[in-house]
């Protein structure tokens, strides 16, 4: 007999078409951080209570057993918090916050096969207590990761840190922003990219009681950042946190996409263009391909999409949280949490 879920799911495709993806579980765990190395290798983190776990795919149809990477006590899992991950051609790097507010960083050596012992990204202990960091690879094995700080005068900024050994240093943490009302948006997700020596970090700002998406964006590797930019035409006046911090993607010539929500609205814009309307939702991400723009996220339960041969919005799978990863050959790989497992499929 069908679930009440199951029925709904199968009236619905009749009217909008079938499903997206075909559905591969992945492991058991929450909150799927997903990155795409220079070769085409995806790779994958979870948590599952405090255990962090890693695998990773060249096809977006198998994956290797889950390799189980470490126990960090108190490791922030849920609500969009959670491990992340960046790979370049040399190593893969891990970033993950426990609850008293330190950023820990694990590094894959990809030549010895080898994961090296947890070092702290933070240079000032206890600070990242809202448990929000983002992490992307760039050039000559380095990394950058950004995320919510309180050092100074406990209200949350930006803060950020390079490494340039493929994680296994940590250069001084650097503030890349501040709000002049005195905090930004202080529980949504910021996103980072990096293409050659750009960098763009995405976040969610509080100024004058508008919760609007801001960029950042550095030219020289992330060494030095231009002033905070609105993303968008519209503005969100709003006396709480909505804990939605959208998606980032930046294609290798430098462009970026961005998809974030505004109320219960989702909007794709990209910098000094018009917004645009795409759905009702929230927790959407985006990838651009040379087709076009493939978009997922979350509506009551389930994961939905949108792509260059399926612009309507179509069900991907029960679920939330999803994330987007480009494979070579234009293939786009999404990735979600569904009732404690994670589940992965190739959107068309």
Not at 60 to 67: M, V, W
Not at 157 to 164: E, F, L, P
Not at 293 to 309: A, C, E, L, M, R
């Amino acid at each position: 007999m069908y679930s009440l879920l199951t029925l709904l799911l199968l009236i619905v495709n009749t009217l909008i078409g079938p499903p997206s993806i075909v559905n591969r579980q992945v492991g058991k765990g929450r909150h799927p951080s997903v990155a795409t190395d220079p070769a085409g290798q995806v790779h994958v983190v979870y948590g599952q209570g405090e255990v962090i776990f890693y695998t990773s795919t060249r096809d977006g149809d198998q994956f290797d057993e889950p390799l189980r990477i470490d126990s960090l006590p108190g490791l922030h899992l849920g609500a969009s918090r959670g491990p992340q991950i960046a790979a370049t051609d040399r190593s893969v790097v891990i970033t993950a916050i426990d609850k008293t507010g330190n950023i820990w960083a694990y590094t894959l050596v990809r030549a010895t096969g080898k994961w090296q012992k947890r070092i702290r990204v933070n240079d000032v202990p206890d600070i990242a207590k809202e448990g929000f960091v983002a992490l992307a690879a760039g050039p000559d094995n380095s990394y950058t990761a950004a995320w919510l700080d309180l050092r100074g005068d406990k209200r949350n900024k930006i803060v950020g840190a390079r490494s340039i050994d493929g994680g296994l240093t940590w250069l001084p943490n650097q503030v890349l922003y501040q709000s002049p009302d005195g905090t930004v948006c202080e529980c949504c997700q910021l996103s980072v990219a990096i293409q050659h020596q750009h960098v763009a970090v995405m976040f969610r700002n509080f100024l004058n009681g508008a919760r609007d998406m801001y960029l950042l964006q550095s030219n020289d590797g992330g060494l030095t950042f231009g002033k905070a930019e609105k993303v968008g035409e519209g503005t969100w006046m709003l006396k709480a946190c909505p804990m939605d911090g959208g998606g980032l993607f930046m294609s290798a010539d430098g462009k970026l996409s961005t998809v974030w929500r505004r109320n219960d609205k989702l909007f794709l814009a990209r910098p000094r263009q018009p917004e645009m309307e795409i759905a009702i939702g929230k927790n959407a991400k985006i990838v651009t391909t040379s087709k076009g723009d493939y978009i997922v996220f979350q509506q009551d339960g389930q994961i939905w999409s949108t792509s260059p041969s399926q612009p309507k919005p179509t069900i991907v799978s029960a679920g939330g949280y999803p994330k987007l990863a480009l494979m070579p050959k234009d293939k786009v790989l999404c990735l979600w949490e569904e009732e404690g497992t994670v589940h992965a499929g190739i959107i068309h």
